[in-house]
């Protein structure tokens, strides 16, 4: 059974930066689409940034491109999203998702294509 444990939300001001990591535990390859998704209230979940640990480009959201930095330990089974130049739009709850297939830009942020979830953690960004 996989599990996705994330970590590293909280509160900053904006401009301000976090990094969140999820560890992934119950695969038995080296290689899945790993990443990020975040939901407001009221809202529908969106992918943020997702990347491949088998290699590959990252896949990031207009809204954070350039901001968000997406990547994955060496240890292959965790994966960080450095977020920077927070803004207040960017608040919400964040969620690791995982599944074995390779990323692929047509469905990469598709809340359907992934079936392993973590619990969340919150990012509040106050102005």
């Known amino acids: 059974q996989v599990e996705l444990v994330e970590s590293g939300g909280g509160s900053v001001q904006a401009g301000g930066s976090l990094r969140l990591s999820c560890v992934a535990s119950?695969?038995?390859?080296?290689?899945?689409?790993m990443g990020w998704f975040r939901q407001v209230p009221g809202k529908e979940r969106e992918g943020v940034a997702m990347i491949y640990t088998g290699g590959g480009s990252p896949y990031y959201a207009d809204s954070v491109t350039g901001r968000f930095s997406i990547s994955q330990d060496d240890a292959w089974n965790s994966v960080h999203l450095q977020m920077s130049s927070l803004k207040s739009e960017d608040a919400a709850t964040y969620y690791c998702?995982?599944?074995?297939?390779?990323?692929?830009?047509?469905?990469?942020?598709?809340?359907?294509?992934?079936?392993?979830w973590g619990r969340g953690t919150q990012v509040a960004v106050s102005s």
């Open positions: 998702a995982a599944r074995r297939s390779k990323c692929d830009s047509g469905s990469w942020s598709i809340v359907t294509q992934f079936d392993s």
């Open positions: 119950g695969y038995s390859d080296r290689r899945y689409c």
